[in-house]
């Protein structure tokens, strides 16, 4: 797990450290963009690409462990629904930056990793059956998500679904990658998602958190998902006026902790101003 990352002379970030969580969420300033201020752990760009993990790792093992764990890091931009709803072919590890591949993905998943699927789609809505696929003469997977009303079975192709059913479907996929190191960077988490399946949403990641070995990453504009979500996993995000970029747990001031005692995390964001909260943040450094 990545307990601290220091990041200097990248865009705005200069003697920046943050403090990570096995679930760590981020939410920003209205003049901050996670897009152009947040960098991507790229490990093409890195030396540590050229680390022989099985022949080098026991003379360099603090690398080769980075690598390991860089290697099995997945960043999910921006789930498409338009992306998901294509066919894909191959056998990917993944469901791609944008979910392109879970097609393809979900294809290769076995019987248990199936069924695990399934039952975490039903969690979101009684009525989902279950995501299946089918491959053709040339390789392509197309995927479907059936629906079940009474004894009327319905399939509907990706391509056709919404882009809630799409989301949660790549999220719950991702549950059954088996991947049990490395990080995985979810934006803008709710896009596309009720309100209402809040709280399923959050606990299906403090469970991939917990148990599934993986560290969790998320960003969101929603004050809705902030209820649900652990107090002291909340890192605020700021820009100060000469553009240098800051961060603290939402709640390390006592004054704002104070009023989880009458309010969720969310309505304190919403019932406070951003200057109000960096300015107090700031104090209680």
């Not at 307990?3 to 705005?12: G, R």
């Not at 997945?74 to 894909?88: A, N, Q």
């Not at 917990?210 to 004050?223: C, F």
């Amino acid at each position: 797990m990545i307990s601290s990352l220091y990041i200097d002379n990248f865009k705005a970030l200069n003697n920046f450290t943050i403090n990570l969580r096995p679930l760590t969420i981020l939410r920003y300033n209205s003049e901050t963009d996670e897009y152009e201020k947040f960098p991507r752990l790229n490990l093409s760009a890195s030396f540590i690409k050229t680390v022989d993990e099985e022949k080098e790792g026991s003379k360099f093992p603090a690398l080769a462990s980075i690598r390991g764990f860089m290697k099995n890091s997945d960043s999910f931009e921006l789930l498409s629904p338009e992306k998901m709803g294509r066919s894909s072919r191959g056998e990917p590890d993944g469901i791609g930056v944008g979910g392109e591949k879970i097609a393809a993905f979900v294809h290769g998943l076995n019987r248990k990793q199936k069924a695990g699927l399934n039952r975490s789609l039903r969690k979101y809505a009684e009525f989902l059956s279950g995501a299946d696929t089918k491959k053709d003469r040339l390789g392509w997977v197309e995927m479907k998500v059936s629906e079940l009303f009474e004894e009327n079975k319905t399939d509907i192709k990706a391509m056709h679904s919404s882009a809630g059913i799409l989301r949660i479907a790549g999220i719950s996929a991702l549950a059954q990658a088996g991947k049990n190191t490395g990080i995985t960077l979810l934006d803008e988490i709710e896009d596309g998602i009720h309100p209402g399946l809040a709280a399923t949403l959050v606990s299906d990641l403090k469970d991939m958190a917990e148990s599934g070995g993986r560290q969790i990453l998320v960003t969101t504009h929603s004050t809705v998902l902030l209820d649900y979500f652990p107090e002291t996993d909340i890192i605020f995000i700021w820009r100060d006026k000469s553009g240098r970029v800051h961060n603290s747990e939402l709640f390390a001031n006592e004054e704002i902790k104070a009023s989880l005692e009458y309010m969720y995390p969310g309505e304190i964001w919403l019932n406070m101003k951003e200057e109000e909260i960096i300015k107090k943040l700031r104090e209680g450094r």
